[in-house]
Protein backbone atom coordinates (compact mmCIF):
# COMPACT_ATOMS: atom_id res chain seq x y z
CA UNK A 1 0.00 0.00 0.00
CA UNK A 2 1.33 3.43 -1.19
CA UNK A 3 0.91 6.60 0.95
CA UNK A 4 -1.20 7.91 -1.84
CA UNK A 5 -3.36 4.42 -2.20
CA UNK A 6 -5.75 6.18 0.98
CA UNK A 7 -6.05 9.22 -0.34
CA UNK A 8 -6.90 8.40 -3.57
CA UNK A 9 -9.49 5.86 -2.78
CA UNK A 10 -10.81 8.46 -0.22
CA UNK A 11 -11.30 10.62 -3.64
CA UNK A 12 -12.58 8.18 -5.68
CA UNK A 13 -14.94 7.11 -2.77
CA UNK A 14 -16.46 10.85 -2.52
CA UNK A 15 -16.41 10.87 -6.10
CA UNK A 16 -19.03 7.77 -6.28
CA UNK A 17 -21.04 8.81 -3.34
CA UNK A 18 -21.88 12.07 -5.24
CA UNK A 19 -22.03 9.98 -8.14
CA UNK A 20 -24.66 7.84 -6.60
CA UNK A 21 -26.85 10.25 -4.83
CA UNK A 22 -27.10 12.76 -7.95
CA UNK A 23 -29.86 10.84 -9.29
CA UNK A 24 -31.87 11.79 -6.15
CA UNK A 25 -32.39 15.37 -7.28
CA UNK A 26 -33.22 14.82 -10.40
CA UNK A 27 -36.77 15.13 -10.92
CA UNK A 28 -37.09 12.75 -14.08
CA UNK A 29 -36.05 9.75 -16.22
CA UNK A 30 -34.64 12.30 -18.99
CA UNK A 31 -32.09 14.04 -16.65
CA UNK A 32 -30.76 10.30 -15.93
CA UNK A 33 -30.55 9.85 -19.25
CA UNK A 34 -27.77 12.95 -19.79
CA UNK A 35 -26.24 11.32 -16.62
CA UNK A 36 -25.65 7.90 -18.29
CA UNK A 37 -24.41 9.89 -21.27
CA UNK A 38 -22.02 12.03 -19.48
CA UNK A 39 -20.84 9.23 -17.38
CA UNK A 40 -19.87 7.39 -20.78
CA UNK A 41 -18.13 10.39 -21.99
CA UNK A 42 -16.26 11.02 -18.99
CA UNK A 43 -15.06 7.76 -18.90
CA UNK A 44 -13.17 8.38 -22.49
CA UNK A 45 -12.03 11.70 -21.62
CA UNK A 46 -10.50 9.76 -18.58
CA UNK A 47 -8.40 7.88 -20.74
CA UNK A 48 -8.03 10.45 -23.49
CA UNK A 49 -6.91 12.44 -20.29
CA UNK A 50 -3.89 10.23 -19.51
CA UNK A 51 -3.06 10.49 -23.12
CA UNK A 52 -3.04 14.19 -23.78
CA UNK A 53 -2.93 15.87 -20.63
CA UNK A 54 -0.24 14.01 -18.44
CA UNK A 55 1.49 12.44 -21.60
CA UNK A 56 1.00 15.17 -23.72
CA UNK A 57 0.04 13.54 -26.92
CA UNK A 58 -2.91 14.44 -28.74
CA UNK A 59 -5.35 12.40 -30.79
CA UNK A 60 -7.69 13.69 -32.66
CA UNK A 61 -9.00 10.23 -33.63
CA UNK A 62 -10.59 8.92 -30.03
CA UNK A 63 -14.06 8.69 -31.22
CA UNK A 64 -12.93 5.67 -33.59
CA UNK A 65 -11.75 3.32 -30.42
CA UNK A 66 -15.36 4.01 -29.27
CA UNK A 67 -17.18 3.53 -32.20
CA UNK A 68 -15.02 0.27 -33.02
CA UNK A 69 -15.90 -1.82 -29.57
CA UNK A 70 -19.80 -0.76 -29.82
CA UNK A 71 -20.08 -1.80 -33.36
CA UNK A 72 -17.77 -5.10 -31.86
CA UNK A 73 -19.81 -5.55 -29.49
CA UNK A 74 -23.32 -5.25 -31.18
CA UNK A 75 -22.08 -7.87 -33.71
CA UNK A 76 -20.78 -10.35 -31.44
CA UNK A 77 -24.14 -10.16 -29.36
CA UNK A 78 -26.78 -10.53 -32.41
CA UNK A 79 -25.30 -12.03 -35.39
CA UNK A 80 -22.51 -14.06 -33.84
CA UNK A 81 -24.97 -15.04 -31.18
CA UNK A 82 -22.12 -14.76 -28.15
CA UNK A 83 -22.91 -13.89 -24.42
CA UNK A 84 -23.35 -9.80 -23.69
CA UNK A 85 -20.14 -10.69 -21.37
CA UNK A 86 -17.95 -12.35 -24.37
CA UNK A 87 -19.33 -8.89 -26.90
CA UNK A 88 -18.01 -6.53 -24.10
CA UNK A 89 -14.69 -8.05 -23.64
CA UNK A 90 -14.36 -8.36 -27.47
CA UNK A 91 -15.26 -5.15 -27.72
CA UNK A 92 -12.44 -3.58 -25.40
CA UNK A 93 -10.39 -5.85 -26.95
CA UNK A 94 -11.02 -4.90 -30.34
CA UNK A 95 -10.24 -1.41 -29.21
CA UNK A 96 -6.69 -1.87 -27.26
CA UNK A 97 -6.02 -4.54 -30.47
CA UNK A 98 -6.57 -1.68 -33.00
CA UNK A 99 -4.86 1.29 -31.11
CA UNK A 100 -1.43 -1.09 -30.83
CA UNK A 101 -1.67 -1.60 -34.13
CA UNK A 102 -1.95 2.11 -35.28
CA UNK A 103 -0.41 3.74 -32.19
CA UNK A 104 3.47 1.45 -33.20
CA UNK A 105 3.89 3.91 -36.34
CA UNK A 106 1.85 6.43 -35.67
CA UNK A 107 3.43 7.87 -32.27
CA UNK A 108 6.97 8.37 -33.94
CA UNK A 109 4.71 11.77 -35.16
CA UNK A 110 5.00 15.13 -33.42
CA UNK A 111 2.66 17.83 -32.85
CA UNK A 112 0.55 18.48 -35.74
CA UNK A 113 1.94 15.22 -37.70
CA UNK A 114 0.77 13.30 -34.88
CA UNK A 115 -2.62 15.16 -35.03
CA UNK A 116 -3.31 14.81 -38.82
CA UNK A 117 -2.07 11.12 -38.47
CA UNK A 118 -4.92 10.14 -35.65
CA UNK A 119 -7.38 12.32 -36.95
CA UNK A 120 -6.84 10.44 -40.68
CA UNK A 121 -7.44 7.20 -38.85
CA UNK A 122 -10.43 8.48 -37.15
CA UNK A 123 -11.78 9.49 -40.11
CA UNK A 124 -10.94 6.14 -42.28
CA UNK A 125 -12.70 4.32 -39.54
CA UNK A 126 -15.81 6.26 -39.80
CA UNK A 127 -15.71 5.67 -43.48
CA UNK A 128 -15.40 1.96 -43.28
CA UNK A 129 -18.46 2.17 -40.61
CA UNK A 130 -20.67 3.57 -42.91
CA UNK A 131 -19.61 1.71 -46.23
CA UNK A 132 -19.47 -1.45 -44.75
CA UNK A 133 -23.50 -1.56 -45.38
CA UNK A 134 -23.90 -5.99 -44.18
CA UNK A 135 -21.62 -5.98 -41.21
CA UNK A 136 -22.56 -2.21 -39.86
CA UNK A 137 -25.72 -1.34 -41.13
CA UNK A 138 -24.33 1.72 -42.96
CA UNK A 139 -25.44 5.45 -42.50
CA UNK A 140 -28.54 3.99 -41.10
CA UNK A 141 -27.17 2.42 -38.09
CA UNK A 142 -27.03 -1.29 -36.10
CA UNK A 143 -30.23 -1.80 -34.57
CA UNK A 144 -31.45 -4.95 -32.27
CA UNK A 145 -28.40 -4.96 -29.49
CA UNK A 146 -29.88 -6.59 -26.33
CA UNK A 147 -29.87 -4.38 -23.47
CA UNK A 148 -27.25 -5.32 -20.86
CA UNK A 149 -27.91 -8.18 -18.63
CA UNK A 150 -24.54 -9.61 -16.35
CA UNK A 151 -25.03 -12.55 -14.23
CA UNK A 152 -28.92 -13.09 -14.72
CA UNK A 153 -30.01 -9.30 -13.70
CA UNK A 154 -30.93 -7.10 -16.65
CA UNK A 155 -30.56 -3.29 -16.38
CA UNK A 156 -33.56 -2.31 -18.27
CA UNK A 157 -34.26 0.36 -16.09
CA UNK A 158 -32.00 3.49 -16.83
CA UNK A 159 -31.45 3.68 -13.01
CA UNK A 160 -30.34 0.86 -12.84
CA UNK A 161 -28.35 1.48 -15.73
CA UNK A 162 -27.00 4.74 -14.40
CA UNK A 163 -25.78 2.82 -11.14
CA UNK A 164 -23.37 0.82 -13.27
CA UNK A 165 -21.70 3.25 -15.38
CA UNK A 166 -21.29 5.48 -12.23
CA UNK A 167 -19.52 2.67 -10.06
CA UNK A 168 -17.43 1.91 -14.10
CA UNK A 169 -16.65 5.71 -13.83
CA UNK A 170 -15.34 5.87 -10.25
CA UNK A 171 -13.10 2.42 -10.60
CA UNK A 172 -11.87 4.51 -13.30
CA UNK A 173 -11.02 7.79 -11.78
CA UNK A 174 -9.12 5.59 -8.81
CA UNK A 175 -7.84 3.71 -11.23
CA UNK A 176 -6.18 6.88 -13.08
CA UNK A 177 -5.01 8.46 -10.22
CA UNK A 178 -3.42 5.87 -8.59
CA UNK A 179 -1.66 5.44 -11.92
CA UNK A 180 -0.84 9.24 -12.20
CA UNK A 181 1.06 9.49 -8.78
CA UNK A 182 2.77 6.04 -9.72
CA UNK A 183 6.02 5.52 -11.22
CA UNK A 184 4.45 5.17 -15.13
CA UNK A 185 2.77 8.53 -14.00
CA UNK A 186 5.89 10.54 -13.41
CA UNK A 187 7.64 8.88 -16.37
CA UNK A 188 4.40 9.82 -18.49
CA UNK A 189 4.66 13.57 -17.03
CA UNK A 190 8.57 13.57 -17.64
CA UNK A 191 8.01 13.09 -21.86
CA UNK A 192 5.74 15.55 -21.76
CA UNK A 193 8.33 18.32 -20.17
CA UNK A 194 11.00 16.91 -22.28
CA UNK A 195 10.95 13.99 -24.41
CA UNK A 196 15.23 14.25 -24.61
CA UNK A 197 14.98 14.75 -20.54
CA UNK A 198 13.20 11.79 -20.30
CA UNK A 199 15.14 9.05 -22.25
CA UNK A 200 18.23 10.66 -20.43
CA UNK A 201 16.85 9.53 -17.33
CA UNK A 202 16.17 6.40 -18.85
CA UNK A 203 12.05 6.26 -19.71
CA UNK A 204 11.10 4.01 -22.47
CA UNK A 205 9.42 6.62 -24.25
CA UNK A 206 8.28 4.74 -26.89
CA UNK A 207 6.84 2.15 -24.57
CA UNK A 208 5.64 4.50 -22.18
CA UNK A 209 3.54 6.27 -25.25
CA UNK A 210 2.14 2.98 -26.87
CA UNK A 211 1.20 1.72 -23.32
CA UNK A 212 -0.95 5.21 -22.23
CA UNK A 213 -2.79 5.16 -26.21
CA UNK A 214 -3.77 1.43 -25.54
CA UNK A 215 -4.98 2.22 -22.24
CA UNK A 216 -6.95 5.52 -23.56
CA UNK A 217 -8.14 3.26 -26.06
CA UNK A 218 -9.25 0.96 -23.72
CA UNK A 219 -11.38 3.34 -21.52
CA UNK A 220 -12.79 4.25 -24.92
CA UNK A 221 -13.30 1.00 -25.45
CA UNK A 222 -15.38 -0.02 -22.00
CA UNK A 223 -17.04 3.19 -22.96
CA UNK A 224 -18.43 1.93 -26.52
CA UNK A 225 -19.60 -0.94 -24.84
CA UNK A 226 -21.93 0.45 -22.24
CA UNK A 227 -22.72 3.14 -25.07
CA UNK A 228 -24.08 0.02 -27.28
CA UNK A 229 -26.14 -1.65 -24.65
CA UNK A 230 -27.41 1.56 -23.36
CA UNK A 231 -28.99 2.47 -26.73
CA UNK A 232 -29.35 -0.50 -28.19
CA UNK A 233 -28.53 1.03 -31.49
CA UNK A 234 -25.02 2.71 -32.31
CA UNK A 235 -24.64 4.77 -36.22
CA UNK A 236 -21.32 5.89 -37.46
CA UNK A 237 -22.27 9.82 -37.23
CA UNK A 238 -21.63 9.31 -33.06
CA UNK A 239 -18.44 8.58 -34.03
CA UNK A 240 -17.48 11.02 -36.53
CA UNK A 241 -14.50 13.63 -36.43
CA UNK A 242 -16.77 15.33 -34.57
CA UNK A 243 -17.18 13.53 -31.57
CA UNK A 244 -13.10 13.01 -31.57
CA UNK A 245 -12.85 16.99 -31.24
CA UNK A 246 -15.97 17.40 -28.68
CA UNK A 247 -13.61 14.95 -26.56
CA UNK A 248 -10.23 16.67 -26.83
CA UNK A 249 -12.48 19.91 -26.25
CA UNK A 250 -14.08 17.88 -22.61
CA UNK A 251 -10.44 17.37 -21.89
CA UNK A 252 -9.02 20.42 -22.41
CA UNK A 253 -12.04 22.56 -21.14
CA UNK A 254 -11.80 20.93 -17.96
CA UNK A 255 -8.40 21.58 -17.19
CA UNK A 256 -5.66 19.28 -19.04
CA UNK A 257 -3.69 16.82 -16.32
CA UNK A 258 -6.67 16.94 -13.90
CA UNK A 259 -8.54 14.22 -12.96
CA UNK A 260 -11.75 15.85 -11.86
CA UNK A 261 -11.55 18.38 -14.85
CA UNK A 262 -11.61 15.73 -17.29
CA UNK A 263 -14.77 14.40 -15.72
CA UNK A 264 -16.18 17.80 -15.30
CA UNK A 265 -15.71 18.95 -18.72
CA UNK A 266 -17.06 15.86 -20.22
CA UNK A 267 -20.53 16.15 -17.77
CA UNK A 268 -20.17 20.05 -19.19
CA UNK A 269 -20.22 19.69 -22.52
CA UNK A 270 -22.51 16.76 -22.90
CA UNK A 271 -25.37 18.60 -20.58
CA UNK A 272 -24.78 21.83 -22.69
CA UNK A 273 -26.38 20.58 -25.67
CA UNK A 274 -28.91 19.79 -23.47
CA UNK A 275 -29.25 22.96 -21.85
CA UNK A 276 -30.13 24.79 -25.27
CA UNK A 277 -32.01 22.81 -26.97
CA UNK A 278 -35.13 25.71 -25.60
CA UNK A 279 -32.92 27.98 -27.39
CA UNK A 280 -33.99 26.14 -30.73
CA UNK A 281 -32.18 27.27 -34.23
CA UNK A 282 -29.86 29.09 -32.78
CA UNK A 283 -28.53 26.83 -30.31
CA UNK A 284 -25.23 26.11 -32.22
CA UNK A 285 -24.78 29.55 -32.27
CA UNK A 286 -24.16 30.02 -28.15
CA UNK A 287 -22.82 26.86 -27.96
CA UNK A 288 -20.04 27.72 -30.04
CA UNK A 289 -20.02 31.29 -28.69
CA UNK A 290 -19.44 29.39 -24.78
CA UNK A 291 -16.51 27.49 -26.27
CA UNK A 292 -14.85 30.48 -27.18
CA UNK A 293 -15.34 32.40 -24.36
CA UNK A 294 -14.50 28.96 -22.01
CA UNK A 295 -11.15 29.30 -23.76
CA UNK A 296 -10.66 32.62 -23.19
CA UNK A 297 -11.75 33.45 -19.86
CA UNK A 298 -10.80 30.52 -18.07
CA UNK A 299 -7.05 29.33 -20.10
CA UNK A 300 -6.45 26.52 -17.64
CA UNK A 301 -9.94 24.87 -17.70
CA UNK A 302 -12.69 24.74 -15.08
CA UNK A 303 -9.98 22.80 -12.90
CA UNK A 304 -7.70 25.88 -13.08
CA UNK A 305 -10.28 28.13 -12.44
CA UNK A 306 -11.68 25.92 -10.06
CA UNK A 307 -8.49 25.84 -7.79
CA UNK A 308 -7.68 29.90 -8.96
CA UNK A 309 -11.16 30.72 -7.15
CA UNK A 310 -10.11 28.34 -3.90
CA UNK A 311 -6.83 30.23 -3.18
CA UNK A 312 -8.48 33.29 -4.08
CA UNK A 313 -11.42 32.71 -1.38
CA UNK A 314 -8.61 31.50 0.97
CA UNK A 315 -6.55 34.40 0.93
CA UNK A 316 -9.42 36.26 1.89
CA UNK A 317 -9.94 33.91 4.81
CA UNK A 318 -6.07 34.65 5.87
CA UNK A 319 -5.88 30.67 5.90
CA UNK A 320 -3.75 28.43 4.23
CA UNK A 321 -4.88 27.86 0.43
CA UNK A 322 -5.65 23.80 -0.15
CA UNK A 323 -4.97 23.49 -3.43
CA UNK A 324 -8.00 21.81 -5.42
CA UNK A 325 -7.58 18.05 -6.50
CA UNK A 326 -6.71 18.96 -10.29
CA UNK A 327 -3.86 21.50 -9.31
CA UNK A 328 -2.33 19.50 -6.98
CA UNK A 329 -1.63 16.26 -9.38
CA UNK A 330 0.59 18.73 -11.31
CA UNK A 331 -0.43 21.73 -13.19
CA UNK A 332 1.36 20.09 -16.67
CA UNK A 333 -1.51 22.27 -18.95
CA UNK A 334 0.42 23.39 -22.21
CA UNK B 1 -8.05 3.26 -70.97
CA UNK B 2 -5.80 6.43 -71.45
CA UNK B 3 -9.01 8.80 -71.90
CA UNK B 4 -10.55 7.74 -68.37
CA UNK B 5 -7.25 8.40 -66.72
CA UNK B 6 -6.89 12.01 -68.67
CA UNK B 7 -10.33 12.50 -67.34
CA UNK B 8 -9.09 11.46 -63.55
CA UNK B 9 -6.25 13.93 -63.94
CA UNK B 10 -8.25 16.55 -65.05
CA UNK B 11 -11.11 16.42 -62.28
CA UNK B 12 -8.61 15.63 -59.96
CA UNK B 13 -6.32 18.81 -60.36
CA UNK B 14 -9.31 21.07 -60.08
CA UNK B 15 -10.44 20.08 -57.11
CA UNK B 16 -7.00 19.84 -55.88
CA UNK B 17 -6.85 23.71 -56.48
CA UNK B 18 -9.13 24.46 -53.85
CA UNK B 19 -7.89 21.80 -51.36
CA UNK B 20 -4.33 23.38 -52.42
CA UNK B 21 -5.73 26.97 -51.44
CA UNK B 22 -7.32 26.27 -48.22
CA UNK B 23 -3.65 24.67 -47.71
CA UNK B 24 -2.08 27.51 -48.46
CA UNK B 25 -4.37 29.60 -46.02
CA UNK B 26 -3.59 27.07 -43.17
CA UNK B 27 0.15 27.50 -44.03
CA UNK B 28 0.15 31.68 -43.85
CA UNK B 29 -1.67 31.56 -40.20
CA UNK B 30 0.51 28.90 -39.34
CA UNK B 31 3.35 30.37 -40.60
CA UNK B 32 2.79 34.15 -38.83
CA UNK B 33 1.00 32.81 -35.70
CA UNK B 34 1.92 29.25 -34.80
CA UNK B 35 -1.95 28.34 -35.16
CA UNK B 36 -3.37 25.64 -37.12
CA UNK B 37 -6.74 27.57 -38.05
CA UNK B 38 -9.94 24.82 -38.00
CA UNK B 39 -12.18 27.38 -39.18
CA UNK B 40 -9.87 27.77 -42.33
CA UNK B 41 -12.49 25.48 -43.98
CA UNK B 42 -15.04 27.79 -43.10
CA UNK B 43 -13.81 31.03 -45.41
CA UNK B 44 -13.55 28.36 -48.00
CA UNK B 45 -17.89 28.01 -47.59
CA UNK B 46 -17.91 31.35 -47.14
CA UNK B 47 -16.78 32.01 -50.76
CA UNK B 48 -18.48 30.12 -52.23
CA UNK B 49 -22.00 30.86 -50.01
CA UNK B 50 -21.36 34.47 -49.89
CA UNK B 51 -20.93 33.96 -54.01
CA UNK B 52 -24.35 32.80 -54.42
CA UNK B 53 -25.61 35.12 -51.95
CA UNK B 54 -24.30 38.39 -53.73
CA UNK B 55 -25.24 37.23 -57.13
CA UNK B 56 -29.23 35.73 -56.60
CA UNK B 57 -29.86 38.47 -53.55
CA UNK B 58 -28.39 41.22 -54.61
CA UNK B 59 -28.15 40.96 -58.28
CA UNK B 60 -24.62 41.53 -58.70
CA UNK B 61 -23.06 40.27 -61.64
CA UNK B 62 -20.82 37.09 -61.15
CA UNK B 63 -17.41 38.77 -61.08
CA UNK B 64 -18.99 41.58 -58.79
CA UNK B 65 -20.28 39.12 -56.80
CA UNK B 66 -17.24 36.92 -56.13
CA UNK B 67 -14.84 40.11 -55.87
CA UNK B 68 -17.11 41.31 -52.69
CA UNK B 69 -17.47 37.47 -51.57
CA UNK B 70 -13.88 37.26 -51.03
CA UNK B 71 -13.33 40.30 -49.64
CA UNK B 72 -15.87 39.86 -46.96
CA UNK B 73 -14.09 36.40 -46.12
CA UNK B 74 -11.04 38.59 -45.72
CA UNK B 75 -12.55 40.96 -43.37
CA UNK B 76 -14.51 37.79 -41.59
CA UNK B 77 -10.86 36.35 -40.83
CA UNK B 78 -9.35 39.56 -39.43
CA UNK B 79 -12.25 39.90 -37.31
CA UNK B 80 -11.56 36.39 -36.63
CA UNK B 81 -8.34 37.43 -35.44
CA UNK B 82 -8.97 40.64 -33.50
CA UNK B 83 -12.13 39.22 -31.29
CA UNK B 84 -10.58 35.56 -30.56
CA UNK B 85 -7.19 35.34 -31.17
CA UNK B 86 -5.39 38.50 -30.28
CA UNK B 87 -7.48 38.61 -26.50
CA UNK B 88 -5.39 35.15 -25.96
CA UNK B 89 -2.37 35.38 -27.92
CA UNK B 90 -0.04 34.39 -25.09
CA UNK B 91 -2.59 30.97 -24.45
CA UNK B 92 -1.22 27.22 -25.17
CA UNK B 93 -1.58 26.22 -28.44
CA UNK B 94 -4.49 24.05 -27.80
CA UNK B 95 -6.60 26.96 -26.23
CA UNK B 96 -6.06 28.58 -29.42
CA UNK B 97 -6.82 25.77 -31.85
CA UNK B 98 -10.10 25.37 -29.57
CA UNK B 99 -10.57 28.67 -29.85
CA UNK B 100 -10.68 28.06 -33.80
CA UNK B 101 -13.12 25.35 -33.65
CA UNK B 102 -15.56 27.49 -31.79
CA UNK B 103 -15.21 30.18 -34.28
CA UNK B 104 -15.69 27.22 -37.08
CA UNK B 105 -18.61 26.09 -34.98
CA UNK B 106 -20.42 29.70 -34.36
CA UNK B 107 -19.73 30.60 -38.42
CA UNK B 108 -21.20 27.21 -39.39
CA UNK B 109 -24.39 28.12 -37.57
CA UNK B 110 -24.72 31.67 -38.60
CA UNK B 111 -24.44 30.22 -42.15
CA UNK B 112 -27.17 27.57 -41.29
CA UNK B 113 -29.41 30.44 -40.24
CA UNK B 114 -29.14 33.00 -42.50
CA UNK B 115 -28.75 30.63 -45.69
CA UNK B 116 -30.57 27.66 -44.59
CA UNK B 117 -29.71 23.43 -45.25
CA UNK B 118 -29.77 23.63 -49.02
CA UNK B 119 -27.50 23.34 -51.46
CA UNK B 120 -26.36 26.20 -54.17
CA UNK B 121 -24.78 26.23 -56.97
CA UNK B 122 -22.62 28.69 -58.74
CA UNK B 123 -22.98 29.08 -62.59
CA UNK B 124 -19.58 28.75 -64.48
CA UNK B 125 -17.42 31.85 -65.38
CA UNK B 126 -16.62 31.06 -69.01
CA UNK B 127 -19.31 28.54 -71.40
CA UNK B 128 -20.08 25.09 -70.76
CA UNK B 129 -19.22 23.85 -74.17
CA UNK B 130 -16.89 20.82 -72.81
CA UNK B 131 -13.16 21.28 -74.38
CA UNK B 132 -11.47 17.92 -76.20
CA UNK B 133 -8.67 17.06 -74.62
CA UNK B 134 -6.45 13.85 -74.75
CA UNK B 135 -9.83 11.86 -74.98
CA UNK B 136 -11.21 13.71 -72.08
CA UNK B 137 -14.17 16.49 -72.00
CA UNK B 138 -12.46 18.89 -69.61
CA UNK B 139 -15.15 21.33 -68.31
CA UNK B 140 -14.00 24.72 -69.02
CA UNK B 141 -14.64 25.41 -64.82
CA UNK B 142 -11.46 23.65 -64.76
CA UNK B 143 -9.66 25.62 -66.51
CA UNK B 144 -10.93 28.49 -65.15
CA UNK B 145 -10.15 26.85 -61.62
CA UNK B 146 -6.70 25.82 -62.61
CA UNK B 147 -5.74 29.70 -63.93
CA UNK B 148 -7.30 31.49 -61.16
CA UNK B 149 -5.38 29.45 -59.06
CA UNK B 150 -1.95 29.89 -60.57
CA UNK B 151 -2.69 33.75 -61.02
CA UNK B 152 -3.02 33.55 -57.10
CA UNK B 153 0.06 31.24 -56.15
CA UNK B 154 2.40 33.74 -58.85
CA UNK B 155 0.99 36.69 -57.14
CA UNK B 156 1.41 35.71 -53.28
CA UNK B 157 4.87 34.65 -54.23
CA UNK B 158 5.11 38.35 -55.45
CA UNK B 159 4.01 39.74 -52.59
CA UNK B 160 6.07 37.67 -50.54
CA UNK B 161 9.16 38.14 -52.33
CA UNK B 162 8.79 42.02 -53.45
CA UNK B 163 6.19 43.66 -50.74
CA UNK B 164 6.91 45.34 -47.40
CA UNK B 165 4.74 43.73 -45.87
CA UNK B 166 5.24 40.32 -47.56
CA UNK B 167 8.42 40.43 -46.49
CA UNK B 168 7.39 41.42 -43.11
CA UNK B 169 5.18 38.38 -42.72
CA UNK B 170 7.95 35.82 -43.71
CA UNK B 171 10.10 37.67 -41.16
CA UNK B 172 7.86 36.72 -38.48
CA UNK B 173 7.69 32.91 -39.90
CA UNK B 174 11.04 32.69 -39.54
CA UNK B 175 11.92 34.35 -35.99
CA UNK B 176 8.72 36.12 -34.28
CA UNK B 177 11.01 37.43 -31.65
CA UNK B 178 13.59 38.82 -33.94
CA UNK B 179 10.86 40.27 -36.39
CA UNK B 180 9.59 42.39 -33.84
CA UNK B 181 13.15 43.39 -32.61
CA UNK B 182 13.50 44.55 -36.46
CA UNK B 183 10.03 46.95 -36.19
CA UNK B 184 7.84 44.61 -37.71
CA UNK B 185 4.54 44.64 -35.83
CA UNK B 186 3.94 40.77 -35.00
CA UNK B 187 0.32 41.56 -33.79
CA UNK B 188 -0.45 43.13 -37.58
CA UNK B 189 1.30 40.51 -39.33
CA UNK B 190 -0.74 37.92 -37.43
CA UNK B 191 -3.63 40.22 -38.37
CA UNK B 192 -2.65 40.36 -42.30
CA UNK B 193 -2.07 36.47 -42.21
CA UNK B 194 -6.07 35.89 -40.66
CA UNK B 195 -7.27 38.26 -43.09
CA UNK B 196 -5.08 36.60 -46.64
CA UNK B 197 -5.88 33.43 -45.44
CA UNK B 198 -9.72 34.45 -45.27
CA UNK B 199 -9.07 35.65 -49.06
CA UNK B 200 -7.42 32.50 -50.43
CA UNK B 201 -9.92 30.21 -48.98
CA UNK B 202 -12.72 32.14 -50.10
CA UNK B 203 -11.31 32.17 -53.50
CA UNK B 204 -10.91 28.57 -53.44
CA UNK B 205 -14.07 28.40 -52.14
CA UNK B 206 -15.74 30.50 -55.32
CA UNK B 207 -13.84 28.91 -57.71
CA UNK B 208 -14.94 24.83 -56.73
CA UNK B 209 -18.61 25.98 -56.22
CA UNK B 210 -19.71 26.11 -60.27
CA UNK B 211 -18.01 21.89 -59.63
CA UNK B 212 -19.38 20.72 -56.50
CA UNK B 213 -22.63 22.81 -55.73
CA UNK B 214 -22.16 23.89 -51.88
CA UNK B 215 -24.03 24.26 -48.50
CA UNK B 216 -23.30 25.63 -45.40
CA UNK B 217 -21.73 22.32 -44.10
CA UNK B 218 -19.20 21.46 -46.98
CA UNK B 219 -16.18 23.62 -45.12
CA UNK B 220 -15.32 21.09 -42.90
CA UNK B 221 -14.05 18.29 -44.58
CA UNK B 222 -12.93 20.72 -47.18
CA UNK B 223 -10.86 22.28 -43.90
CA UNK B 224 -9.94 18.73 -43.30
CA UNK B 225 -8.20 18.27 -47.10
CA UNK B 226 -5.81 21.76 -46.93
CA UNK B 227 -5.07 20.73 -43.59
CA UNK B 228 -4.00 17.47 -45.27
CA UNK B 229 -2.60 19.10 -48.00
CA UNK B 230 -0.05 21.35 -45.99
CA UNK B 231 0.83 18.42 -43.79
CA UNK B 232 1.53 16.11 -46.74
CA UNK B 233 3.77 18.76 -48.45
CA UNK B 234 5.59 19.60 -45.16
CA UNK B 235 4.01 22.27 -42.21
CA UNK B 236 5.08 25.48 -42.82
CA UNK B 237 6.08 25.30 -46.55
CA UNK B 238 3.64 27.19 -49.04
CA UNK B 239 5.05 25.10 -52.18
CA UNK B 240 3.86 21.89 -50.34
CA UNK B 241 0.70 22.86 -48.91
CA UNK B 242 -0.37 23.75 -52.87
CA UNK B 243 1.07 20.53 -53.71
CA UNK B 244 -0.25 18.41 -51.48
CA UNK B 245 -3.35 20.36 -52.66
CA UNK B 246 -3.08 18.82 -55.86
CA UNK B 247 -1.65 15.57 -55.10
CA UNK B 248 -4.78 15.03 -52.68
CA UNK B 249 -6.86 15.84 -55.54
CA UNK B 250 -5.28 13.46 -57.99
CA UNK B 251 -5.25 10.29 -55.40
CA UNK B 252 -9.31 11.02 -54.66
CA UNK B 253 -9.85 11.14 -58.11
CA UNK B 254 -8.25 8.35 -59.07
CA UNK B 255 -9.29 6.10 -56.17
CA UNK B 256 -12.82 7.00 -56.94
CA UNK B 257 -12.34 5.79 -60.33
CA UNK B 258 -10.12 2.78 -60.00
CA UNK B 259 -10.93 1.63 -56.77
CA UNK B 260 -14.20 2.68 -55.32
CA UNK B 261 -16.38 5.88 -55.10
CA UNK B 262 -17.50 5.03 -52.11
CA UNK B 263 -13.90 5.09 -50.46
CA UNK B 264 -12.82 8.81 -52.16
CA UNK B 265 -12.50 10.39 -49.08
CA UNK B 266 -10.94 7.61 -47.11
CA UNK B 267 -8.13 7.12 -50.11
CA UNK B 268 -6.48 10.11 -49.32
CA UNK B 269 -5.99 9.91 -45.88
CA UNK B 270 -4.97 6.40 -46.26
CA UNK B 271 -1.89 7.30 -49.06
CA UNK B 272 -1.24 10.17 -46.40
CA UNK B 273 -1.18 8.19 -43.32
CA UNK B 274 0.88 5.67 -44.95
CA UNK B 275 3.49 8.26 -46.62
CA UNK B 276 3.98 10.01 -43.01
CA UNK B 277 4.91 6.68 -41.39
CA UNK B 278 7.80 6.88 -43.92
CA UNK B 279 8.37 10.68 -44.03
CA UNK B 280 7.17 11.61 -40.61
CA UNK B 281 7.89 15.50 -41.72
CA UNK B 282 5.71 15.21 -45.09
CA UNK B 283 7.08 15.36 -48.50
CA UNK B 284 8.66 18.73 -48.44
CA UNK B 285 9.41 19.42 -44.34
CA UNK B 286 12.55 19.87 -43.05
CA UNK B 287 12.81 16.86 -40.25
CA UNK B 288 12.40 18.89 -37.08
CA UNK B 289 15.64 20.16 -34.74
CA UNK B 290 14.78 20.13 -31.19
CA UNK B 291 16.34 22.10 -29.21
CA UNK B 292 16.90 20.95 -25.50
Given at each position: MRPWHARNLSRAGLFAVALFMAPLFLPNEYYINILILGAINALIALGLNLL?????QISLGHAAFFGLSAYATAYATTR????IPAGMGLGVALSALVAWLIGMPTLRLKGHYLAMATLGFGIIVNIVMNETVDVT???SGFVGIPRLALFGFIFDSDRSYYYLTAGVLALAALFSLNLIDSRVGRALRAIHTSERAAQTAGVDIAGYKLFVFVLSAAFAGVAGVLYAHFLCFVAPSSFGFHFSVQLVVMVVLGGMASVWGAVAGAFFLTALPEALR????VDILIYGAILVSCVMYMPMGMAGAASGLRRRLGRRRGGGAPGAPGSEEGGHAG | MLAAAAQYLVSGLTVGATYGLTGLGFTMIFNTTGIINFAQGEFVMLGGMMSVFFRT?????LFSAITLAVLATAVVGAAMERLTIRPIQGASPINLVIATIGVSILIRGAAMLVWGKDTFSLPPFGGTAPIAFAGAAVQPQSLWALAITLALLTALKLFFSTSIHGKAMLACSCQRKAASLMGISVARMSLFSFGLSGFTGAVGGAILAPITMTSYDVGMMLGLKGFAACILGGLGNPFGAAVGGLLIGIMESFGAGYVSSAYKDAFAFVVLLLLLFVRPSG????AGVERV
Open positions: LGYAGLGLPGGPGFEE | WLGLDLFGK
